[in-house]
């Protein structure tokens, strides 16, 4: 075998080669296993794909019987082949035939050897087959002889995705003729609604089998070192973040980044295959794929932020390797962003490049990219299984995000159907926009404030667009997440004067940080917690950051000069919480007015409602703050004891549930009894129905995405209120079966569409 780089070198060059040539698919597969034999001087090469159901199909030979090719198929799992698609690593066998794992197939031909070397051929997010070599005598493979077996699979994953997996175009159909894998379906979770059809654009950094493969090495082995001072650069501008205002522990977790960022193992790894002919995005992106592999098997939570902070080094490293030509490139206006992880950061980099539609494999409905976007109007869905491994740059794409489904080069069938509900989709959407002046008025007379949830100035358009009452919550840590550094007093008071500006006069509640758990800085992305939902967040960590909190405050009250401002406290548990916020409000106030003589001309305090604690405190908060919004996505979270960011439990329970809605009714009744003002500024107000529940509630003041006002000022208009609440409060006394069904149910009989909720 080739200890030496030379030979590897040479059988890169090979290999380079066959993928240049022409001739049909199966004679450059099978000169490629000839290839690998006689370089790896081995009796038998083998090349096995897996298929759809994790079965692995034998695709190629040299060595074993020529007609079991395409006719022997191991079941997923089974024999050596399946232990190392299982394991996502090499295995090296002196005697295979002893070992516990081995399966044997008389019609391979296989009964003559014994020494056994097999690795997982490893593309994009998982093993997408398996390279075997076989010898006749008993031997011990080296660590020299597997990494090069690795190396040659890394290749051979492009190579067998070209050869074999790209179908030969059909001629009248482009949906169809895309390179990939096969047609099909995926489902997820809807994070924005709506529909959308374009061309899928990668996210995550891609290297071009033409750029596998290094002719210059001393030239590959310069870029990777210059690559990896630009990465440790950006790494330490990161770091530039006040000190003072977060604290030492962040500080310690991203100095623990660093010194990955810094390993002369991983260096010398990704030098090591450049030496093996690679180029240096290559390399990078064996490591990359060795990382993924290695994530998808692990359970120990450690290991996998580990994993994590490794996958995003690489995928750094690989965008600085690829300067302009690393970044995603999107053409026209039928894009479809397809990501395993995105942040809020990156989402705004696209916020103008024509999106029809974003898919995320990894990710939240509440995460912050969803939130985004929703505020860019773009059909999302996310927690998609499989996502990266199903989908190629340049498939033509569905996103179906009113029922969380994603068509891969749909046919003719799902394309007209697609199309069909585009046209009555903007049916709904003309019926919306004729109500946009209206009033949110009930039949009987209740009017119902429908108000805007927004982050970005991005959001405001929906201002005037949806016929919105104002701004029911406006998340102010976006500006925070999407900058590596702490955004600087007069930016933050320049945004708040532009919301507010944009307003017109509109009612604004600025909730203040609201940062921790999912949502964290830059420099805390790394940060650790058992319970992170139940952690160092929001009004806790702004609290305890009395120079980061207060700089806000000042910015807010800078920003409202001598108009009025309502401010918001989220995630307040006890008063003292409450109480300890409003006074370092009341103090920057008078601050204020003492530097500049200018103070806000009315002040409204409010706080979230989310954590069931607060709830039974409100009489105590009487006389102190003036209204109080239901957050609904962590209410429920922590009221069900379901964490939203887990989807085997995230949907298990319902904010329509006559437990949830007695409590919220029981809150309901001490805050009017204390002249606490109600509304709701949690996402669940999008659904028609839900909003009815809160309005029957009393809730007078409903807040959500601008898509939403439209659909839930239709339901309001068309609803007797005080009827519905009859309806309601029956049901709820003696629920019966499924209490959403119930009060889908009620919906209905009132004349309320509730196809899509």
């Known amino acids: 075998m080739p200890y030496n780089m030379t030979a590897t070198r040479v059988l890169m060059n090979n290999l380079r080669q066959v993928m240049a040539e022409d001739g049909d698919t199966r004679s450059r597969l099978d000169h490629?296993?000839?290839?690998?034999?006689?370089?790896?001087?081995?009796?038998?090469c083998s090349v096995y794909l897996r298929e759809a159901d994790g079965a692995h199909l034998l695709i190629a030979t040299e060595g074993l019987k020529p007609e079991a090719v395409n006719k022997t198929r191991m079941s997923p799992g089974e024999g050596l082949v399946g232990y190392v698609a299982r394991t996502a690593e090499p295995i090296a066998i002196e005697d295979a035939p002893r070992h516990p794992a081995f399966s044997y197939r008389p019609e391979t031909g296989e009964d003559p050897f014994h020494a056994f070397l097999g690795v997982p051929i490893l593309r994009t997010g998982g093993v997408t087959g398996v390279l075997v070599v076989q010898n006749r005598t008993e031997r011990s493979y080296r660590e020299e002889e597997i990494d090069t077996l690795q190396t040659i699979a890394m290749v051979l994953a492009e190579i067998v995705h070209t050869l074999v997996l790209a179908p030969a175009p059909q001629p009248g159909n482009e949906r169809r003729s895309r390179p990939g894998n096969a047609a099909g379906s995926l489902k997820g979770r809807v994070f924005c609604e709506g529909l959308g059809y374009g061309l899928a654009v990668l996210h995550d950094p891609v290297v071009p089998p033409a750029k596998f493969f290094a002719t210059d090495q001393?030239?590959?082995?310069?870029?990777?070192?210059?690559?990896?001072?630009?990465?440790r650069e950006s790494i330490d501008r990161m770091m530039l973040i006040d000190g003072a205002a977060l604290g030492g522990d962040p500080r310690d977790v991203m100095e623990a980044y660093r010194l990955l960022a810094e390993d002369p193992s991983w260096a010398e790894k990704l030098l090591e295959g450049i030496r093996s002919g690679l180029s240096a995005e290559a390399s990078v992106d064996r490591a990359r794929r060795e990382h993924r592999a290695k994530l998808q098997n692990a359970r120990d939570p450690y290991l996998r932020e580990r994993l994590h902070d490794l996958e995003d080094l690489d995928n750094r490293l690989l965008r600085v390797l690829g300067g302009e030509e690393g970044k995603p490139k999107i053409t026209g206006d039928q894009a479809i962003l397809v990501a395993r992880r995105l942040g809020p950061a990156e989402l705004l980099e696209y916020a103008h490049a024509g999106l029809k539609g974003i898919l995320m494999e990894e990710a939240a409905a509440s995460s912050h990219a969803a939130i985004v976007a929703r505020a860019l109007g773009i059909p999302a869905i996310g927690g998609i299984d499989g996502l990266t491994t199903r989908i190629e740059q340049g498939d033509y794409i569905i996103v179906d995000a009113e029922d969380g489904s994603v068509h891969i080069r749909p046919d003719d069938v799902v394309y007209d159907a697609y199309m069909a509900r585009v046209g009555l989709r903007s049916e709904r959407q003309a019926r919306y926009a004729a109500l946009k002046g209206l009033p949110a008025q009930t039949l009987d007379g209740t009017h119902v404030s429908l108000m805007l949830n927004a982050g970005l100035d991005l959001d405001l358009d929906m201002l005037d667009q949806a016929g919105a009452d104002g701004v029911g919550l406006f998340r102010t840590e976006f500006q925070f997440l999407v900058s590596e550094s702490l955004p600087p007093l007069e930016d933050q008071i320049a945004l708040y004067k532009r919301v507010l500006d944009r307003a017109a006069g509109r009612p604004v509640i600025f909730r203040t940080l609201d940062l921790g758990g999912d949502k964290v800085l830059p420099a805390l992305s790394q940060l650790r917690e058992e319970n992170p939902a139940l952690g160092w967040r929001s009004i806790r960590f702004a609290l305890d950051h009395k120079g980061l909190f207060r700089?806000?405050?000042?910015?807010?009250?800078?920003?409202?000069?001598?108009?009025?401002?309502?401010?918001?406290?989220?995630?307040?548990?006890?008063?003292q919480e409450y109480r300890a916020a409003k006074a370092l409000l009341l103090e920057e106030i008078e601050w204020t007015l003492k530097q500049t003589g200018k103070q806000p001309s009315r002040l409204e305090v409010g706080v979230m409602l989310e954590t069931p604690a607060l709830g039974f405190s409100m009489q105590d908060l009487a006389g102190e703050v003036d209204f109080l919004s239901v957050g609904t996505n962590d209410l429920l979270q922590f009221f069900f004891a379901a964490d939203r960011m887990t989807p085997s439990v995230s949907e298990r329970y319902d904010l329509v549930d006559p437990a949830s809605l007695r409590y919220l009714k029981m809150v309901a009744d001490i805050c009017k009894a204390g002249n606490i003002r109600l509304s709701v500024c949690g996402e669940a107000t999008a659904s028609p129905p839900v909003a009815l529940c809160f309005a029957a509630l009393g809730f007078t003041s409903l807040s959500m995405a601008g898509s939403a006002i439209g659909p839930v000022k239709q339901a309001l208009r068309g609803v007797d209120l005080g009827a519905f609440r009859a309806g309601l409060f029956e049901r709820m006394d003696k629920p019966n079966g499924s209490f959403r069904n119930q009060v889908l149910a009620l919906a209905a009989e009132h004349g309320i569409d509730t196809a899509d909720s």
């Open 32 to 44: 490629v296993v000839r290839l690998i034999a006689g370089a790896m001087v081995a009796d038998v």
């Open 218 to 231: 001393a030239a590959e082995v310069l870029r990777l070192s210059e690559g990896l001072i630009g990465l």
């Open 551 to 575: 700089r806000q405050l000042r910015a807010l009250v800078r920003a409202a000069a001598e108009g009025p401002l309502t401010v918001m406290f989220p995630m307040v548990t006890v008063p």
